[in-house]
């Protein structure tokens, strides 16, 4: 599935390549994706794209007068391509560019294609994410604010999009690794320096997982779990029983929320 990173590695691919030009015409093969896709993204043509930002693991097209709001779901990429190029099975959704066509192809249709001429911080999909892990507003304070009425382990508020969006399973055993702390310790139990480590492990983790995916980059734009992420070490996911590559103790699996945790018992006592 797209995690955050992906994301972001995609909108970076996308913004300069895409801000500028005039929506020349719009192709829905498939409209049942997560939601069906409305009929007035049929109506974009002549539009010109101002900008492409991102929220949590929404692409947000700013069209002037509204934003196309795209989402990748579990198997959802963006590529760009040269008009007339067919369209496989898969391929639901186009967005004409003139010379070059932003084409969605989404196998599990869980993705999103939506459009909105309203306030965007209160769209139903956007109003009630959590803070953004890579922006200024997640620092120690902030976290250690944020915790402090929360018993449920650190690795569970973590990977809560209520407080901060797109700190998936991976990212969340990882920043916890870096930062030295116990996946199961209650949230409101960390201390400020602990929360200052967290913070920083967070961001940088997301960033080494945005280098890794933009070494990938080319002259399309993929968002489909290409070979850099795959590519990523890391230090405690997906290692249950080898060394850890800081101390050598042997790293541990336990299930918190029906997902899998990965941690050190020595770097990251209790
Ligand atoms: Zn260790």
């Known amino acids: 599935m797209p995690e955050l990173p992906e994301v972001e590695v995609t909108r970076r691919g996308l913004a300069p390549r895409l801000k500028g030009r005039v929506i020349s015409g719009v192709a829905v093969r498939e409209p049942r994706l997560r939601w069906p896709v409305p009929r007035d993204v049929l109506a974009l043509a002549g539009r010109r794209v101002l900008g492409v930002r991102r929220r949590a693991k929404y692409l947000l097209v700013d069209c002037g007068d509204g934003h196309l709001i795209l989402h990748l779901g579990m198997s959802g990429s963006l590529r760009l391509l040269p008009p007339g190029t067919p369209a496989l099975k898969h391929d639901h959704f186009d967005l004409e560019l003139g010379d070059r066509v932003l ?148 790293i541990r699996k336990l299930a918190q929320g029906q997902r899998s945790t990965y941690f050190c018992p020595t770097c990251q006592k209790r």
């Not at 001429?117 to 902030?142: F, M, Q, V």
């Not at 969340?172 to 480590?197: G, W």
């Not at 967290?198 to 980059?217: F, M, P, W, Y």
């Open 103 to 250: 084409r969605l192809r989404d196998p599990r249709r869980f993705g999103a294609v939506l459009w909105t001429t309203g306030d965007l911080a209160a769209h139903p999909l956007l109003a009630h994410l959590g803070i953004e892990p890579l922006s200024r507003a997640l620092d120690a304070r902030r976290l250690h604010a944020m915790t402090r009425a929360h018993r449920t382990a650190i690795k569970l508020f973590l990977m809560d999009a209520r407080r901060i969006v797109g700190v998936g399973n991976i990212y969340a055993s990882e920043s916890l690794f870096r930062a030295r702390i116990d996946p199961r310790k209650p949230a409101r139990a960390l201390s400020l320096e602990q929360c200052r480590r967290l913070s920083e492990a967070v961001k940088r983790t997301l960033q080494a997982a945005i280098r890794a995916g933009g070494s990938t980059l080319r002259d399309f734009v993929g968002a489909d779990g290409g070979s850099g992420y795959a590519q990523q070490r890391h230090f405690v996911y997906d290692r249950a029983g080898k060394d850890c590559r800081r101390c050598g103790t042997p």
